[in-house]
């Protein structure tokens, strides 16, 4: 079961107060997961960036709580607050660029103000920049002719933008890789797919030799990376 607890929240930009929830349970029945850690859980995740109301800028969610909680009547007068969700350019064709520009901006505005902050907005621009090129259809999935073309057509198209942020997607890697090691506690096989996914395959190989409890995924990172594989991939 999944259940929310409704908590009030002030912009800390204009003073609007909005009503938001807070995910405090679920149960996950099916679930897919990636080498970079994304996990799709079919869950409707409660985000930590929201989004004002009234002045539309961004603020972390957990810093605009209420010390106080407002009892029902008041909470319902409330707007809820938005999230990247709501913005306007949700269902542009151009959606998973700008995505990756917002997190991109967040970061080069310092919207990040200590470490954990950071290294979740970087994660976030990591599994957006790769959103990219994680669901792309094969052409052996074409149902006929016109189906094949589109999907060589979404695969040139996506391959190129993602060409385009692979700079970027090194650049964020090698700071993401700093705050992982600085925090302690490192997975390495989480470690070993950053290097993996920044072509330094030989690093990768180290890190993951490392690793004492080998499994599936051990042997699915050993593959990609002697094949000298820098992709997302589906975890087994």
């Known amino acids: 079961m999944t259940t929310f607890h409704q908590i009030a929240i002030k912009c800390p930009h204009c003073g609007t107060l909005m009503r938001d929830f807070e995910l405090m349970s679920h149960t996950v ?3 897919t997961t990636y080498s970079d850690g994304l996990c799709e859980d ?6 930590d960036i929201s989004i004002c109301t009234n002045c539309s800028q961004a603020f972390w969610r957990e810093d605009a ?3 106080k909680e407002l009892d029902y009547e008041a909470m319902e007068e409330l707007e809820g607050a938005l999230d990247m969700m709501d ?3 949700r269902l542009d064709d151009d959606r998973q660029e700008k995505k990756i520009l917002f997190y991109k901006d967040l970061l080069e505005n310092d919207f990040a103000d200590n470490d954990m902050k950071e290294i979740y907005l970087r994660t976030r621009l990591w599994w957006s920049i790769n959103d990219l090129v994680r669901h ?6 074409a149902r006929n002719l016109k189906h094949l073309r589109f999907i060589l057509k979404h695969r040139k198209e996506n391959m190129k933008l993602f060409k385009k942020y692979e700079e970027l997607l090194k650049e964020n890697l090698n700071r993401l890789i700093f705050l992982y090691i600085k925090k302690g506690e490192v997975d390495l096989l989480y470690l070993a797919d950053m290097y993996r996914e920044k072509s330094d395959f030989n690093k990768a190989m180290e890190i993951l030799l490392k690793v ?11 593959h990609k990376i002697r ?3 820098k992709r997302v991939f589906q975890l087994n």
Do not use: A, C, D
């Open 227 to 229: 094949r000298k594989n």
């Open 212 to 222: 004492e409890q080998k499994g599936g995924v051990y042997n699915q990172m050993k």
């Open 65 to 67: 709580k209420l010390s």
């Open 42 to 47: 079919g869950v409707s995740k409660i985000k």
């Open 136 to 141: 792309l259809s094969r052409w052996h999935q």
């Open 87 to 89: 913005l306007p350019w």
């Open 29 to 31: 029945h099916t679930s």
